[in-house]
């Protein structure tokens, strides 16, 4: 391995390779293997680049009519985003992506070599695939690998849907050696960390935790009557609502199940309640885009439920502000962006207890977590928090301050402390 330059010191962290191989930060989040790492790489290199950091960004072209490289508007700051070509275009699912990480790899180490020696102080890998080219990068280029995991296949393994498929024995080898290979790991949460340690194997001293942010000047409460005007939606509508993509891992079935509980046990909501699922197929959903629908169809709640393509941040925010209540049902998150954007727009969570949400809802305060995916259950919390206005004002205002405590702005500049840091543990194992 290259050693560590002598740059890479507390004084000053001026470009990072960002690693972001299998889907592109400026994809529309919600579609394909777009979701919340899409908004934590932009959100976090928007940050970064606001503190003066150069941050370049490599991901793999999924069209030809994209450029090679792509500057990203951040009000002067500097990011570029690299289409690296590696593979077909188009029509080339996740599953098959390991086999094209050489060439990939290959053309990320070309772009280095236009550019004086020493261009890069850090590399920072999102997803395994990436922490795989990254673990080559750093031993090329010199400088400390940072890794974030974003969704580990040991944990989705543990806690996966019924009818969905477990992740390969090809992606757990991979992810073991990207453990193995980084400098410093980067956990959503105390319970990320814990199963890097604890499953992973992962050094406890090259493991911190570092919670996503929101982006506050986007997400806050915009007024439920101006929202619900702009979509055209009633005023008097009691509106439950999912975000993310469609797939089992989200769990939007149990959504639709504990709405059909509700319908039952309360008659009277059928005449107001409405549920928006924004969001598109995604993973092991591919392969049955129309299920959804055609269960909406079987509990016979076609008639409350809209399914509403993909939107972008601006948009999404308002549909946050619309709502009721915002389920988050997921078998397993590392952390939930999307329940901590609408408790930023004032919209109370009601999630699954598992995973990152339990870091990113506040039981009673922010909203309510539910154990387990019982459909009974997940009524019983719904139709509290929807027929409970004084519990439901106190969930809003509390998820307001809740999601305060949350920013990009801290995520930045505690990454950016854990590069220097990661710089430093390298130098002080090779000396």
Not at 137 to 145: E, H, Q, S
Not at 151 to 166: G, I, Q, S, Y
Not at 258 to 276: G, I
């Amino acid at each position: 391995m290259v050693p560590i330059l002598d740059r890479v010191s507390a004084e000053a962290v001026r470009r990072v390779a960002m690693i972001s191989l299998h889907t592109s930060p400026l994809d529309q989040p919600g579609t394909g293997d777009a979701g919340g790492m899409n908004v934590y790489v932009l959100e976090l290199s928007r940050r970064l680049a606001a503190q003066g950091v150069e941050v370049d960004i490599f991901t793999r072209a999924t069209s030809s009519t994209q450029p090679a490289s792509h500057g990203v508007d951040t009000t002067g700051a500097a990011i570029t985003v690299h289409h690296v070509a590696a593979g077909p275009f188009e029509g080339l699912s996740k599953a098959e992506l390991p086999g094209q990480l050489c060439t990939f790899a290959r053309e990320v180490l070309r772009v280095e070599t236009t550019h004086e020696p020493g261009w890069y102080d850090a590399v920072h890998s999102h997803y395994w695939l990436s922490g795989q080219v990254g673990a080559l990068c750093r031993d090329r280029w010199g400088v400390p690998l940072v890794h974030s995991m974003h969704t580990m296949a040991k944990v989705k393994n543990l806690w996966m849907a019924e009818d969905d498929t477990p992740e390969p024995a090809a992606r757990l080898i991979g992810e073991e050696q990207v453990v193995e290979a980084a400098d410093l790991l980067i956990a959503n949460t105390d319970l990320e960390a814990s199963q890097l340690i604890e499953l992973y194997d992962a050094d406890p001293a090259r493991v911190a935790v570092v919670h996503p942010g929101v982006d506050l000047d986007r997400f806050m409460p915009e007024g439920k009557g101006r929202a619900r005007a702009l979509f055209g939606l009633p005023a008097a509508a009691h509106i439950v609502m999912f975000a993310g993509r469609i797939q089992p891992l989200k769990a939007p079935d149990v959504l639709l199940r504990a709405v059909a509980v509700m319908l039952e046990r309360v008659p009277s909501l059928r005449s107001t309640l409405l549920v928006p699922i924004i969001g598109g197929p995604s993973g092991s959903g591919l392969d049955r885009p129309e299920s959804l629908a055609a269960l909406a169809a079987q509990l016979g709640v076609s008639d409350v439920v809209r399914f509403i393509p993909p939107v972008d941040q601006q948009e999404l925010a308002t549909w946050y502000s619309t709502a009721d209540v915002v389920a988050v049902p997921s078998y397993n998150e590392s952390f939930g962006l999307v329940a901590i954007e609408a408790q930023a727009c004032g919209t109370p969570v009601v999630a699954a207890a598992v995973g990152g949400l339990t870091t990113a809802v506040r039981h009673g305060e922010s909203g309510l977590l539910v154990d387990g995916h019982d459909p009974a259950r997940w009524a019983d919390a719904l139709i509290r928090v929807l027929l409970d206005p004084g519990l439901h004002a106190r969930l809003s205002a509390g998820a307001v301050a809740h999601a305060r405590d949350f920013s990009w702005e801290a995520t930045a500049a505690h990454t950016l402390d854990l590069y220097l840091k990661a710089g430093s543990l390298v130098r002080e194992g090779a000396s």
